[in-house]
């Protein structure tokens, strides 16, 4: 679901929930695979999904995934995706990529080693085991439990706290590496938002 702007109908956010309660995502279709007989015909449909979820990532809109079933395999590398995640008490979360004989191929792997670090990733990722919605709370899979009923009134509330500020500044924010900090603070420096909120200091 995208959240826009009541007054200008911006685009402003993602609401992502699964349609299936079961299953929040289990990764690729493994009956799908099977099937193909030519190496080149799996490398194809992963790169197109790696390449989708790469785009997703870098969108500048802050996004939540709400999480009511499992998450296994490619759907942790899909919620990788997410800046914020918020799951029902029930489900389950593993990198079971290595029970299929393979590593991570959607970008997951980068993405998590940047959000938990490299060795919690590489570890979760060598056990290929499932952890509970409190564990994955703990390592930082997850940011938040609550019950299903509630899952879309706190992931609007997640968004409309992070919204409601300047949006110049997530885009800044969406660009920072330790690298550009200085240029993207000096750039924001008397931006039109900046200059907004000194007004109330004056």
């Known amino acids: 679901m995208k959240i826009l702007d009541r007054n200008s109908g911006k685009f402003r956010g993602v609401l992502f929930q699964s349609g ?3 299953f929040f995502c289990a990764g690729g279709n493994l009956h799908f695979y099977a099937a193909q007989e030519q190496k080149s015909e799996g490398i194809l449909a992963n790169r197109r999904i790696r390449r989708a979820l790469k785009i997703f990532s870098e969108l500048d809109q802050p996004k939540v995934a709400l999480v009511s079933g499992d998450c296994f395999g490619g759907g942790l590398e899909l919620l990788s995706t997410f800046d914020h995640v918020i799951s029902s008490p029930q489900a389950y979360f593993g990198f079971w990529q290595r029970r299929i004989g393979l590593s991570f191929g959607w970008g997951g792997g980068t993405r998590w080693s940047e959000k938990i670090n490299r060795g919690i990733t590489l570890k979760l990722a060598l056990e290929a085991r499932s ?3 409190e564990e994955a ?9 609550v019950l299903d009923e509630r899952l879309c009134e706190q992931g609007m509330k997640w968004l409309n706290s992070v919204i409601q500020w300047p949006e110049e500044s997530l885009l800044g924010l969406r660009q920072w ?3 550009k900090e200085t240029k ?7 931006s039109s938002s900046h200059k907004m909120a000194l007004q109330r200091y004056r």
């Open 177 to 179: 590496t330790p690298s």
């Open 137 to 145: 709370k703990n390592l930082g899979l997850i940011h938040q439990i």
């Open 131 to 133: 952890v509970c919605s």
């Open 20 to 22: 299936n309660k079961k």
């Open 184 to 190: 993207i603070f000096e750039n924001l420096w008397n």
